[in-house]
Each structure stands twice: as structure tokens, then as C-alpha cells.
């Protein structure tokens, strides 16, 4: 008697009088904070819980905060979790109110406002090396989450920038199907502050509308388990007039993305450094708003490079799933790369811009389509997306094949003025260049789209599969090239997928006004072309480069006509001209 004991509940309804009912360190003068901080302790165990629970009254703390215990905030009523969510009561940590869980304890945070708003001011878990929380949890909270309510800490002013959350268990803003309005991650001014959420190996969801006043770095550990989520209520932008980044590392886990980043106010670079359980932009083809699952995305857009898989291989694989429509990845003259096989649940467009901008898909990259979504898949193998690339003045660089386990439809690249390259090495090497054996669609392949000079490939089409060599196969679907092709091995075009001289398949192969075909110097590859039924057209010189002599050119079946020089003079980019010269050497075979 008449010592110390632990305390489990505070109870307030306010006085009417006063801002907020529960108000530790009253004032926004720097001499009106408790400095020697804010204890909170419901006893010894991990089932013990501090509760301060009012009836729609704001929560305020104004110096730092230790937690000896579990601790919940509830400003919305005293009636518990998933009630009285159109109660309004705020709940503020002042820019001195850090939170940190005793040392060597991992104490839980919920945080409850109903229509209120929730406001942190200062890092969480950052105080000590071991004074980490465990799991963070806002629940029941419609209203708007923020970290970081300015940019700067002043004199006299109880706001600030958050720059670090540490934590030992999972994150969970906007709990089960209770989205918040909005939820702003601020570490400062502008792009070169960042906010670093940090988990050990433990989950991260996001539920509601989020917007990056600074960049945001998010990991759940290198090398640990931990998936990050973005539900279908949780687009991402930056705040207006900035572009800030998002780095993502979910070690051993998967991220998911449910809804559009970038298509208010761009973002700036996304980086996803590691994520071997997958990547996937869009789990379902269609959502329901609200309730805070899963949904399509239709646009990744950025001011920054794209660089999905920047330090390991997405051992998982990447999904890009638009739904019904089409998912659009857009940067502002900046490197897209993705970096691990990538799977097209929807039709997919990558455009880098007018000006420099690589599209680049590594020797870890496979691109095929696929059926269902990440989460439901379909069983079957008949689902064919098309694929539009748009490298500007950039470069488009292919290492991996294209359509071998489930065909792509179209492939099309529109504009890359630095060169399209299937197979940028003979031999791969992890995450970087590969050779490219197969290219195979459903639908045609062109490759610089257009009739105008701005869509001729100028820096030339690179066809690579090292020795085994390289096979282009549609399926009774044409196949263009509108810029200089060299061979750097064997190469076969086919738009007659079945071989069979009695069927009405194949489609038109088509080399453009601009595109000479040359071999690699002093390799002598060959070109093998079976066009069925339909028309091999050329429009360019073949072999006509110094040392750049074609082994062989062998026409397998073109009924329509095989011919050389569409018409007596260039008639205009990516049409047709005429063939002065065709320089062979053979093969040393036929």
C-alpha cells in the first residue's frame, strides 16, 4: 500500500472547455514539453494493455513517450474495435513526442480516431537500439494518417518531420475493410529527405489514399520475410509540385500493388530493391472500392527511372495486370528496367518519353502472358496481351525470350531511336544481358511502328540468340522491321506456324525502306524466312555492309511473292524503295 502499481485505463469525456480532453505537456512553446517524457505501463506481461479511451475528445502528448506496455488510443467512444467510426476525436504526438517500447520489451501500438485525425510528429523506434514497438495498428480511423505534419521543425511549433518508424511486427494503417482518407509520409522538404519504415521480417498493408511530401523508404528487411501492401484503396502520389521516390525492399517476401501510382501528381523513382515472393502490380481484374483488398492498376507514372528488381533478380516474378483495359507504365524521359520474368495479365504499354529513356528487360526477364490474376489463376493457357514500348530517343534491350511458355499477342515497339536489341550478349548473365532464342506471339510483331522518321529505328534492330540462334513465330500474323537489322547469329522469321504447305496460313514479312539487313562483321549468319501463303517484301540492301556479307538467305515458303524492291524509288520512312544489292557467301551448308 501506498507504493506503485501499474495503470489500464483512462477514461475521459473532456469539460467542454479545454481543446482536448487529454492533453500531457499543454502548449506549443518548446518550454511547455514534459522533456522527461511520458511513461505508460500497464503491467508486466504481454497480455497487458493501457487503454485511454475518450467519447469523441482529442488526445494530445507533448513530450517523449516510452511504452512499459501495450498501449491503445481510442478517441472514438469506449465501445471498442469496429464502433462509433463516425466519432471524431484526434489523437496528436507533438514533434518532442517520440515513441519508443521499454528496452528489450516489443510492446503493440493501436490507434483508434474514428473520423478524427491521427498525427505523428517525431520517430517511432529510433530512441535506442532496442526500443523498437512491436506491432502498429490503426484501426477504425476514416479521416486522414499523418507522419510528419511539417516539413521542418521551429521554435514554439509542436510539428515536424517523421524520418524513421522502427518497428519488431507488423504495420497496419487502415485495419481490415476501414480505409483512410489519406495518408501523407513526410521526412522533410522534398525528394532528398526520406521517411524509412523498417520492419524485422514483418508485414506491411496500407489502406487508404497515399501521398509522398517526401520520399518514402520501405523494407521489411533484406533478407527477411515480410510482404508489403498497397490495397485497392491506396493510390500513390506525390505531394503537388514535388516528386518524390518510393523504394521498396520486402527481402523474402512479395509486394503488391491494387491501384494506380502516379496519375494525380507523378512520383519519383520507384526502386524495388528485393522482392523474391513476386512483384505485382494489380492482383485482381476488378475491385470493390472500399473494402480494402485487392484491384487492378492502370498507371504507373514517374518522374524518375523504374527499376523493378534493382539489387537481386524478383526470384517470384512480376505481374502486370491492368484488368480489362491496359496497364500503362510512364516516365519523363527516364530507364524503366524490370528484372525478373515477367508475366502480362493485361495488355501492357512502357513509354519512356520523347526524349533518352532505355526499356530494359534483363537476361532474368522472360515476358510472357498469362491467365486469371496472381491470386486466381485460370488453369489455361489461353489468355494473349499485347505489349507497345515506347523508348523515345532511348533504347529498347531484350536478354530473355518472349512468348515460350505462354505466347504475348502483339508486340510492338513504336519508337527507339538508340536501337531495339534481342539479345544484347551470347551468354547470360544474372540480371543483366542474355541472348534471346524465341520470340513468339499470337498477334504481329512490329518493330518501329509508323511511316514517320521519327518511328524508323535509326540506331538499328539487333537480332541475337547466339549459337543456337534466334526464332521469331507468329501465328499467321505479319511481321515488320523498320530499321537497320543486323544479324548477330542465325535468325528465323515465321508467320506460318504450322509448316503445312496445304494450310491458308502465314502472314506478310516485311523490311521497310529502311532496314538494310547485314550480318554481324565477318560472321556470315543466316536468314531463314517462311511466310506461307503470304509475301516476303524487301525494301533495304542485304550483305551490304563492309565485312557484313549474309551466309545465306533462304526463302522456306512465301505463295504470295518474294520481293526485292517494292518500288522504283524510297517512297518515305518505313515504307518501301528499292534493293540495289545482296551480298551472300553461304552457309557452308546448303
Known sequence: SGTTGPVTTIELVGDGVAANALDIGVGNLDGDEISGGITFNAGP????????????????????????????ITTNGFDGAGNNLGTAGDIFFSDVATIDSQATEVNDLVFRAGSGDITFNANIGD????????????????????????????????TAPVSTINLDGAMNLGAASTELTS??????????????????????????????????????????????????????????????????????????????????NN????????????????????????????????????????????????????????????????????????????????NVRIDTGDNAGDITFTSDSTIDSGDGTSAASLGSTLERNDLFLDAGDGTVLFNANIGDTQRINTLTVDRSAGGVIFGAADTAATGAAGPVTSVATDGAIDIGSGTTADDVITGGIVLNGATTGITFQTSSDTIRFNGPVTLNSDVTLDTDEDDADTTLEGEDVTFTVGSTIDSQSSEANTLIIDAGVANVLFNGNIGAAADGELGALQIA??????????????????????????????????
Open 557 to 590: 515458303e512465301a505463295d504470295g511473292g518474294v520481293v526485292f524492291g517494292e518500288t522504283d524509288g524510297n517512297v518515305g520512312s518505313g515504307t518501301t524503295g528499292p534493293v540495289t544489292t545482296i551480298e551472300l557467301v553461304g552457309d557452308g551448308v546448303a
Open 267 to 346: 512520383i519519383g523513382a520507384l526502386t524495388i530493391t528485393r522482392a523474391d515472393g513476386g512483384v505485382v502490380f494489380g492482383q485482381a481484374d476488378n475491385e470493390t472500392s472500399g473494402d480494402g483488398t485487392t484491384g487492378p492498376v492502370s498507371t504507373v507514372s514517374t518522374d524518375d527511372a523504374i527499376d523493378i528488381g534493382s539489387t537481386n533478380v524478383i526470384a517470384g516474378g512480376i505481374v502486370l495486370n491492368g484488368g480489362a483495359g491496359t496497364i500503362a507504365f510512364q516516365t519523363t524521359d527516364d530507364n524503366i528496367r524490370l528484372n525478373g520474368a515477367v508475366t502480362l495479365q493485361s
Open 45 to 72: 506481461t504481454a497480455a497487458d494493455t493501457l487503454t485511454i479511451a475518450t467519447d469523441g475528445q482529442n488526445v494530445r502528448l507533448n513530450g517523449p513517450v516510452t511504452i512499459n506496455s501495450d498501449l491503445t
Open 183 to 264: 495518408i501523407v509520409f513526410n521526412g522533410g522538404p522534398g525528394v532528398g529527405d526520406t521517411l524509412v519504415i523498417d520492419t524485422t521480417g514483418d508485414d506491411i498493408r496500407v489502406n487508404g489514399a497515399v501521398t509522398l511530401n517526401s520520399s518514402l523508404a520501405i523494407t521489411t528487411g533484406s533478407a527477411a520475410a515480410g510482404d508489403v501492401t498497397f490495397t485497392n484503396d491506396s493510390p500513390i502520389d506525390s505531394q503537388g509540385g514535388e516528386s518524390n521516390n518510393l523504394t521498396v525492399t520486402a527481402g523474402t517476401g512479395s509486394l503488391f500493388f491494387n491501384e494506380d501510382i502516379g496519375s494525380t
Open 127 to 158: 530512441r535506442f537500439d532496442d526500443s523498437r514497438p512491436g506491432t502498429f495498428t490503426v484501426e477504425d480511423s476514416t479521416a486522414n494518417l499523418t507522419f510528419g505534419g511539417a516539413d521542418a521543425a521551429a521554435t514554439n511549433s509542436d
